[in-house]
């Protein structure tokens, strides 16, 4: 199963723990069941700074959400990391991604090098559009 989530989602979803992604997908809640069940076909958004995550239910196939807030991003970003930054088209939901390499790391900006269309430039980023590589 390959979930729908937009990039941004994805970067979020991407940096929670493996054994979390699953306890989450196991444990969201159904308003038609009025109970806590497994959902499929996973679609992830974000909205602020939560990941809203919309599924199936497996057992009445009714739709069910659960909101991830602030989930831990990046946070093991170090300088010299090869990363992939989602840079957002101005004006828009759009986002490519580049290729860059963090320099230095602060609680709210990564100072990026980053190769843009072959162009080297340094940005100073917020560590959600950032994606650790490998
Ligand atoms: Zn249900």
Known sequence: MQPAFTPAAHILWDAIPQHFQEQVLQNVWCPHCGDMNTMTDFTGEVHGKSLVLGGKCVTCRGKGARVLEGAPVSEALQPGDKVTWWNR????????????????VTAKQVKIEADDD???VLRYVPPESLQRQG
């Open 118 to 120: 072959g162009k080297i």
């Open 89 to 104: 088209m101005a004006g828009g939901d759009y986002v490519y991604p580049v290729q860059a390499t963090v320099l230095t």
